[in-house]
């Protein structure tokens, strides 16, 4: 599902991943732990084609996503791919606000061209699933919490993507919504097949993943 080969980032003389290589099977929970500043997000963003490794004088550097290598495409392929491909839960759900939820949800499946009818019977049926058919037409600031998280977790899920990228996304929840929100994503696994790649401080999370890996100066480690 995801290869990645000596992957290296710098920002300036700063050197953030260090040789990173691993590789994620398709429907595995993955969780990343470790201290802040170690290259946790920053190879987060760039599994999710959010950021890109360093390429210079760095050949053998490969990331794969479903069988499609990723570092030599071009802009406009890159936002397709990253748009039907992948989904993303970010710590501060990052809804539009004057969008209602079912319009935030909609978005990435507008993007991708998709029949409004379609999108919208579609975004209803995942609100609906996650216990918000009645929340659809509120806006973020009417929500709570945890309804808005879960409301980025129907967004991240419209286009059926292969792989959710999940940064700290319990970190602005109270413990008992962080925990639903955990069992959320195993159900999500196990109904819908897909791999979850989880950056988080929570170590409750962490230890329900089924592999969790420790991230230590750069250097990734299982």
Known sequence: MIRV?????????????????????KGEIVSIVGASGAGKTTLLQILGTLDLLDKKDNVSSSLTINDTSIINLKDKELSKFRNLNLGFIFQFHQLLPEFTALENVCIPAFIANKPKKEVEIEAKKL???LGLSHRIHHKPNELSGGEQQRVAVARALIN???????????????HTTAENLH?????????????FVIVTHNEELANMADRKLVMIDGVLQS
């Open 5 to 25: 080969t000596n992957i290296n980032k710098h920002y300036g003389d700063l050197q953030v991943l260090k040789n990173v290589s691993l590789q994620i099977n």
């Open 127 to 129: 609100l609906d699933y």
């Open 160 to 174: 059926k993507p292969a792989v959710i990228f999940a940064d700290e996304p319990s970190g602005n929840l109270d």
């Open 183 to 195: 069992q959320l994503f195993f159900k999500l696994r196990d109904e819908f097949g897909q791999t």
